[in-house]
């Protein structure tokens, strides 16, 4: 049950960073995460994980992949603490399968979140929409598999 709950519950927190883009409630939605949580001592440590997803976006905003209204949005910082946070729990099922389906759905969905997040204004693609696609495509084959072995 938790794990399909939390599954929702991220796509509403996604919804919120990228159509609010404001930090309270997001924060609010990590600290009920911790509450509620089976295993809040074991979550603190995807959170070097979140570092990591802000990392890579801050050298593809760098790189001129995406562009923000005012420089790197803290709520994107929070939506990776929350997507880090998922990897264990709402997408705790994608582990078991082979590496190669990993990548398919990283593929699939790491792109079109970005891809969504542009069509909703949170982020402009200065590159299009096409070629921006195939690299963050390529990028996330690569990137979810590793996110879900750590």
């Not at 570092?51 to 001129?64: I, K």
């Not at 949005?73 to 264990?88: E, H, K, N, R, V």
């Not at 593929?107 to 696609?133: C, D, E, F, N, R």
């Amino acid at each position: 049950m938790w794990q399909w709950a939390h599954l929702l519950g991220f796509n509403l927190y996604w919804l919120l960073a990228v159509k609010w883009q404001q930090p309270g409630p997001l924060l609010l939605m990590l600290l009920l995460h911790f509450l509620f949580s089976p295993t809040p001592r074991a979550d603190l440590r995807l959170l070097a994980v979140a570092l990591a997803g802000c990392l890579l976006d801050g050298l593809l905003w760098r790189l001129g992949l995406f562009q923000f209204p005012a420089g790197f949005p803290l709520w994107l910082l929070l939506l990776w603490c929350g997507f880090a946070l998922t990897l264990s729990h709402g997408l705790r099922w994608l582990r078991p399968l082979p590496r190669w389906q990993q990548a398919l759905f990283g593929m699939v969905g790491g792109a079109s979140s970005y891809v969504a997040g542009a069509a909703m204004g949170a982020v402009h693609l200065p590159w299009g929409i096409w070629i921006s696609t195939v690299l963050l495509a390529v990028i996330w084959m690569g990137w979810l598999p590793v996110l879900l072995w750590v």
